[in-house]
């Protein structure tokens, strides 16, 4: 079974639309994560999010917006994509203070 | 401004020998650091952590060394396995933060046979 799973794996849309990236973990974590792999491959912390608080990174563009229906889901919601937004996106899930696990990827390619 | 550093982007070693993997961090309110391996189209996956109230990890051939003083972590893989071949990322966080992990920009290793 996957622990943290996210779909799609990839994602090709045009400019201006307005996409979501879903993830789910069957780990019972109390706090999940969303990270942005650039093409530089530097992976940064977008989104860190547990029953208590959401704490932003403050780089983030407020287009991007993550939404929990329940502990085991974080989607991330992109309204007007951009060129730029073209990247690996990563959702991860730990238990407050331990490691985190991750999802597989999601590539997006904005066209 | 980055927080967690890896200044070597690659590393090649024979395979049976020795891999060292170095980190530095500059803010000294992270407590917890750990490693990350990553293959190809995978996410990162976990190998090894420490807390600061430690100076050493031991994991089977993995062990992880912190010097806070230095604010520097290594990563040490004996005796190194072709399959250890990957990018590997050292992370760090603090409760400060949300326990949100800063990761460094990683290191490509390759054993060769």
């Known amino acids: 079974d996957t622990a943290v799973s996210q779909t799609p794996k990839y994602l090709v849309t045009q400019m201006g639309n307005d996409k979501s990236i879903k993830c789910e973990q069957n780990?019972?974590?109390?706090?999940m994560y969303w990270y942005k792999q650039d093409s530089k491959k530097f992976l940064k912390i977008m989104f860190s999010y547990n029953n208590k608080e959401l704490i932003i990174n403050e780089t983030v563009p407020n287009r991007f917006s993550p939404k929990s229906p329940d502990k085991a889901h974080l989607n991330l919601h992109i309204n007007s994509l951009e060129l730029g937004d073209s990247a690996v996106y990563f959702c991860a899930s730990s238990h407050t203070g331990k490691a985190a696990f991750f999802g597989q990827g999601t590539r997006l390619t904005v066209v | 401004d980055q927080q967690v550093k890896q200044n070597s982007p690659s590393l090649s070693v024979q395979e049976g020998r020795i891999s060292i993997l170095n980190c530095d961090y500059t803010n000294s309110m992270f407590d917890y650091f750990l490693w990350y391996k990553k293959y190809p189209a995978e996410g990162p996956t976990f190998l090894i952590s420490?807390?600061?109230?430690?100076d050493k990890n031991e994991d089977g051939r993995f062990t992880v060394f912190l010097n806070k003083s230095a604010k520097h972590l290594s990563l040490h893989i004996v005796p190194s396995q072709p399959g250890d071949s990957a990018v590997y990322f050292c992370?760090?966080?603090?409760?400060?933060?949300?326990?949100?992990?800063?990761f460094g920009t990683g290191t490509s290793l390759t054993v060769i046979p």
């Open positions: 992370a760090a966080s603090t409760p400060n933060t949300g326990n949100q992990f800063y």
């Open positions: 780990l019972g974590h109390d706090t």
């Open positions: 420490i807390s600061s109230i430690k």
